[in-house]
């Protein structure tokens, strides 16, 4: 099948650092479809030759076994062309019309990887110069938009231009291997499926936890936040993932019909959940492993006296009759003490001890989704130790499965899985406007009271980098009996 992929913002970050390396494992791995081009996008003035010489460069820094070759990369340079864009020019879009044209591929990918408030002027763009046919896919980067309206009007922007199965909105989380075996945990083995409900299941935590800290971006993270970047989208997809019902079949709607169902069902808040259930977190100067780190307020790009939160931790719940009563944990934040994710699912603790076991141990089933992904199932053993017999301890054991050891070379990186679904036109890692849009509205409210809070002059809350994140966030947890898992 013959593709063309145009990447706006060719030049960018995300191409150089993602998109790019991952079409690369892509077509190293022989799972990039023959007869396919890729064409870059950008306001530079550059030759096929300059841009390829510009990626070659990128490339050529990645670390590891992922580095091409100087030889690799000479071939997979022959996919690359480069095409100057302003994309506010309708004439530009005629030009890349023309080059579209004169190959006639059976799929062209439109991806949008440029700054978000350019999603809507380039789809109308495309639509005018006649460039969305039912051959054409478009592929939205988050964020799309910062808030409901801003997100609903690219929604309808682009439903102008193409249907909605044309439409793939990037959430990179779905694509993590560690997502897909989640569903498959579920929705392949018979084993977990009884257990997952209020009656065994006592809470669930879910953690992002990150050590960088806003990096280049600091302009752009300063006008986004914790909430935004990771919560509204890769946390509430995550939360889909593990509340959801088992889908009719694995269609791309019938999964996203069930994750729509979970987003509408999210509790909403009141003020008396929004004032006890949310914190919202910054990070001052502290250290790392690698050092001493400046406190976000001194970062590139970030405005004096800003109050943007780098974490939030959050505690909520689904009100359905699966999952009634029970809470869902979500924490995130940047300059953390460790780079980690993970999902908990902690279930209740036996009805009736008989053994003696620390106060209120009971199983847990992790899903680790970095650095490492697998599975860890927690559970209790006879102490095997002398003596203890007589005092029927239990000792704590693990059942740990590690994907990466398991499964090893073959396995497909988030990107490389993403864009190969593009290509191919499979839907169901890809998120919905409506469930979107769901989302959307249930961050709103934290975003008001934010707001507010600001007008009263009170900020986010102070924590160290190298932390994990202000103290609020543990008594958040503690009013429930919990806490955070903080290795797994
Ligand atoms: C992106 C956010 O969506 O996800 C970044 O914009 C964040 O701020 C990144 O660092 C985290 O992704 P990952 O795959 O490294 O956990």
Redesign the pocket.
Known sequence: MSFDLVLFGGTGDLAWRKLLPALFQAWRHGSLPPGGRIVGVARDALTDADYRALIGSRLAVVEGEKRPSAQEFERFAALLEYQRMDLSAPADYQLLKDKLEARGAETVVMYLATAPGLFTTACEQIGAAGLATPATRVVLE?PLGHDLASNRAINAAVRGVFDERQVFRID??LG?PSVQNLLALRFGNALFEPLWRRETVASIEIT?A?Q?GVEK?GAF?DGTGALR??VQ??ALQLLCAIAMEPPINAHADAIRDEKLKVLRSLSPWTPATLAQGVVRGQYTAGQLAGGQVRAYGEEDGVAPGSTTETFVALRTGIANWRWAGVPFYIRTGKRLAARE?HIAINFRPTPHPIYRTPLGAANRLVIRL?PRDGVALHLFAAQEKRGAAAVQALAPVQLDLDFEQRFGAERVG?YERLLLDVIAGRLNLFVRADEQEAAWRWVEPIMQTWREQDERGEGPRPYAAGSWGPSAASTLVARDGNTWIEEC
């Open positions: 988050k990179h989380y993590k992002m990150e960088l971006r993270y970047d990771m989208n890769h994710a970095q988030a």
